[in-house]
């Protein structure tokens, strides 16, 4: 997303003339620049579930006592996810170990020491959808997910209202610049669109992180089956802010900056070292307050 943001302003991507024609160049990189931005967004949403669904351990919570919908995502969403991707292997050998190393995961769902395949949330089929979104989280309990994302979104300075309708577009967005001969994504949706993934990308995050860290921490409890509501009201906010010199660390809801850094790398290790551990969302934002980066304190 950062080269993208950089590759935006390039000049070789405005349009020639007032019409984008057929033949102009620059139409072509623009609708490609999309492609690639969108397939960014479902590369992150593979790893980083993939990542979280590490953290799960068999002694705080057994297979059998997870969320129905989740221990279906484990296992038949797996499979599924794997029967359509296997395909995408170069060749047979490439396929075998690919089916071997998932069906591995698979297979110890039934045993005390289980392992979530990184294909349990992903789709049998081209692109991540909303639809997708929303299942992965519900599968984690989360009630009315598209709503708890949109309150991050808002929180960090993401300002769009109806999030989900406007990652149905992006989505479409996507597919037209892939898919028609005739698509032309203006500079303008090209310059938003890395702010907007980020956005959605940092809430999901978000969201996300903290759903399954709500599970490990029910255990065996009675409520354990219990709809997680209002979740987005349990992450804790902190922000980078970038001014072109200097990066400072705030708190939501306070302009004071709680310490001031020279560089970026000083200004993570430290925001990072002061939050809460799985509660914290930090959000790094450029100069005109728009998200760049993100950290969630694992």
Same mark, same amino acid.
């Given at each position: 997303?950062?080269?993208?943001?950089?590759?935006?302003?390039?000049?070789?991507?405005?349009?020639?003339?007032?019409?984008?024609?057929?033949?102009?160049?620059?139409?072509?990189?623009?609708?490609?620049?999309?492609?690639?931005?969108?397939?960014?967004?479902?590369?992150?949403?593979?790893?980083?579930?993939?990542?979280?669904?590490?953290?799960?351990?068999?002694?705080?919570?057994?297979?059998?006592?997870?969320?129905?919908?989740?221990?279906?995502?484990?296992?038949?969403?797996?499979?599924?996810?794997?029967?359509?991707?296997?395909?995408?292997?170069?060749?047979?050998?490439?396929?075998?170990?690919?089916?071997?190393?998932?069906?591995?995961?698979?297979?110890?769902?039934?045993?005390?020491?289980?392992?979530?395949? #990184?294909?349990? /949330?992903?789709?049998?089929? %081209?692109?991540?959808? *909303? =639809?997708? @979104?929303? +299942?992965?989280?519900?599968?984690?309990?989360?009630?009315?997910?598209?709503?708890?994302?949109?309150?991050?979104?808002?929180?960090?300075?993401?300002?769009?209202?109806?999030?989900?309708?406007?990652?149905?577009?992006?989505?479409?967005?996507?597919?037209?610049?892939?898919?028609?001969?005739?698509?032309?994504?203006?500079?303008?949706?090209?310059?938003?669109?890395?702010?907007?993934?980020?956005?959605? #990308?940092?809430? /999901?995050?978000?969201?996300? %992180?903290?759903?399954? *860290? =709500?599970? @490990?921490? +029910?255990?065996?409890?009675?409520?354990?089956?219990?709809?997680?509501?209002?979740?987005?009201?349990?992450?804790?906010?902190?922000?980078?802010?970038?001014?072109?010199?200097?990066?400072?660390?705030?708190?939501?809801?306070?302009?004071?900056?709680?310490?001031?850094?020279?560089?970026?790398?000083?200004?993570?290790?430290?925001?990072?070292?002061?939050?809460?551990?799985?509660?914290?969302?930090?959000?790094?934002?450029?100069?005109?307050?728009?998200p760049v980066d993100w950290r969630m304190s694992d």
């Amino acid at each position: 997303m950062h080269a993208l943001i950089e590759a935006s302003q390039e000049s070789a991507l405005i349009p020639k003339g007032p019409i984008s024609g057929d033949r102009d160049p620059s139409r072509l990189m623009r609708n490609g620049l999309a492609v690639v931005a969108y397939s960014s967004f479902e590369d992150f949403f593979a790893t980083r579930t993939g990542e979280v669904l590490e953290s799960f351990d068999a002694t705080l919570v057994a297979f059998d006592q997870l969320p129905e919908k989740l221990k279906e995502a484990a296992t038949v969403g797996a499979l599924r996810a794997l029967g359509f991707r296997m395909n995408f292997e170069p060749d047979a050998a490439s396929k075998r170990s690919y089916i071997q190393l998932h069906a591995a995961s698979i297979a110890t769902t039934s045993s005390s020491g289980y392992k979530f395949s #990184s294909l349990s /949330f992903m789709p049998s089929s %081209s692109n991540l959808s *909303d =639809e997708d @979104l929303e +299942r992965c989280l519900k599968a984690l309990l989360v009630e009315g997910p598209w709503l708890e994302l949109e309150k991050i979104t808002s929180r960090i300075g993401y300002g769009v209202v109806g999030l989900r309708q406007r990652f149905k577009q992006l989505a479409s967005q996507r597919h037209e610049a892939a898919h028609a001969a005739h698509a032309d994504i203006s500079v303008a949706d090209l310059r938003q669109l890395p702010h907007d993934l980020l956005a959605i #990308s940092a809430a /999901f995050d978000a969201i996300f %992180s903290r759903a399954v *860290d =709500e599970i @490990l921490t +029910r255990g065996h409890s009675v409520d354990a089956q219990k709809k997680i509501s209002l979740i987005a009201e349990s992450v804790e906010l902190c922000f980078i802010d970038f001014d072109g010199k200097k990066y400072s660390e705030k708190v939501e809801g306070k302009d004071r900056a709680r310490k001031r850094y020279d560089s970026v790398e000083e200004a993570w290790r430290g925001a990072l070292g002061r939050s809460l551990k799985g509660k914290t969302l930090l959000v790094m934002r450029d100069e005109k307050q728009r998200p760049v980066d993100w950290r969630m304190s694992d």
